[in-house]
C-alpha cells in the first residue's frame, strides 16, 4: 500500500515508544492519526505535541485486550475521518523475567490479553471496514522475541510468535478478499523505548530502582523508535509481510528457521522416501508460502 497524504492510521499503543514514532513518521507524511492509548495522561501529552507539530489527531483511551473498547475505537475512527487505511496493533507491555514453569497465570492471561488478543480485536473490528472500501493495510507489532527463542520471556515470546504467525495467514486472507488488502508484521530487535517504565506502571511487571534501561542492555547499539516505524512503513509499502529491523535478528531468525528445517529433513531422511516425505500435507490445502 502507498501511504500517501490524507490517509487515515489508527495506532495502538501510540502514546509512547514504537508507537509514537509511528504517529509522528505517519504525520510527517500528512496521514491523519487515531491515537489509542491505555494510559489517559501519556495519550494526552502525546496527542498535544503531535498536535504541535502540526499533525491533525484523534485520542482515544482504550485497553486493546477488552473486545468492546477496540470496536469503539473503530467507530470513533469512523466517524472522525469516514475511512481508515493503515491500522497499527502496537500496544504491548513486558512480562517478568523468569524460566517458563515460574511464570504465574496472571502473566500469562495478560500478556496473551494485551499482546495476542488485543492484535487479534483490532483485525476483528477494522477488517470489515477495509473490506469494505476495498484497500488498506494492518501493520502488528511483533518482535524478534516472535522469530527466534527468548529464554526468560515464555508469554512475551509465546505471543509474539503467534502474532507472527497470525499475521502471515491473516495477509493470505486478505489478498484473498482483494490484492489491494494486506498485512506486515514489524518485528524490532531492542527499541530505546520506556517499555519496561511503562509496563511496570500498568502492574505488568515490578521495576526495581535502578533497573537497567533498553540502552543499558544493547552495548552493540540500540534502534530508535523513528527507525523501527520507517523500516515498518518501508515493509508497508513494499507489500512485504515481515521486517525485522535491528542488530542481529536476521541472524537469530536464520538459526531459527535453519534449526527447523534441519530437525524436519533428519525426519524426512529417517522415514525414508514416500508419500509423507514428499509434502503431503499438501492435501489439506494448508501450505505456507
Ligand atoms: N522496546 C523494545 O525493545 C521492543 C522490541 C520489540 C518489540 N517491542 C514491542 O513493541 C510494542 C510497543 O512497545 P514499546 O517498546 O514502544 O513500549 P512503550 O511502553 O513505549 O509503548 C507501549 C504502549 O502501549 C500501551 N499499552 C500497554 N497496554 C495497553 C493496553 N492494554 N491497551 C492499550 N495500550 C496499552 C502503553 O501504555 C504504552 O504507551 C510492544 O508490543 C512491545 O512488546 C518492543
Redesign the pocket.
Known amino acids: 500500500m502507498r501511504i500517501e497524504k490524507g490517509q487515515v492510521a489508527v495506532v ?2 501510540g ?5 509514537y514514532g509511528l504517529a509522528e513518521e505517519l504525520a510527517a507524511r500528512g496521514v491523519r492519526l487515531v491515537i ?4 489517559e495522561d ?1 495519550l494526552a501529552a502525546a496527542c498535544e505535541a503531535l498536535r504541535a507539530a502540526g499533525a491533525e489527531v484523534t485520542a482515544v483511551v ?4 477488552d473486545a468492546a473498547a477496540v470496536g469503539r475505537l473503530a467507530d470513533r475512527s469512523m466517524t472522525a475521518y469516514g475511512r481508515v487505511d493503515l491500522v497499527c496493533n ?5 512480562c517478568p523475567g523468569a524460566p517458563m514453569w515460574q511464570q504465574d497465570d496472571h502473566t500469562w492471561q495478560r500478556l496473551i490479553g ?2 495476542l488478543l ?1 492484535v487479534v480485536h483490532g483485525v476483528r473490528a477494522f477488517a470489515p471496514l477495509l473490506i469494505e472500501q476495498g484497500s488498506g493495510h494492518f501493520l502488528n ?1 511483533a ?2 522475541g516472535g522469530l527466534s527463542p527468548l529464554p526468560g520471556r515464555t508469554p512475551y515470546a509465546g505471543t509474539m510468535h503467534a502474532v507472527v504467525g497470525l499475521t502471515e495467514t491473516l495477509d493470505v486472507e486478505l489478498k484473498q478478499v482483494a490484492p489491494t488488502l494486506g498485512a506486515t508484521v514489524v518485528c ?4 530505546d ?3 519496561g517504565q ?2 511496570a506502571a ?1 502492574g505488568a511487571i515490578q521495576l526495581p530502582t535502578g533497573s537497567p534501561s ?1 540502552r543499558d542492555l544493547a552495548p552493540d547499539g540500540i534502534l530508535s ?1 523513528r527507525e523501527v516505524a520507517a523500516a515498518a512503513l518501508l515493509a508497508v509499502e513494499a507489500d512485504r509481510v515481515h521486517t525485522a529491523p535491528g542488530t542481529g535478528v536476521a541472524a537469530r531468525a536464520r538459526t531459527r528457521v535453519d534449526a527447523l528445517l534441519a530437525d524436519i529433513e533428519a525426519e524426512e531422511k529417517g522415514r525414508g522416501p514416500g508419500p509423507e516425505a514428499h509434502g503431503s500435507h499438501a492435501a489439506g490445502g494448508g501450505r505456507l508460502r
Not at 502514546?15 to 508507537?19: K, Q, R, V
Not at 489509542?36 to 494510559?39: F, N
Request: glycine share 18%; net charge neutral; aromatic share 0%.
Open positions: 495502538t499503543g502514546a509512547s515508544g514504537i508507537g489509542a492509548d491505555i494510559r501519556g482504550t485497553d486493546v485486550s502496537n500496544a504491548g507491555v513486558v494485551v499482546k488485543g507489532t518482535s524478534a524490532p530487535g531492542l527499541v523505548t520506556p517499555l511503562n509496563s500498568l533498553m523508535p
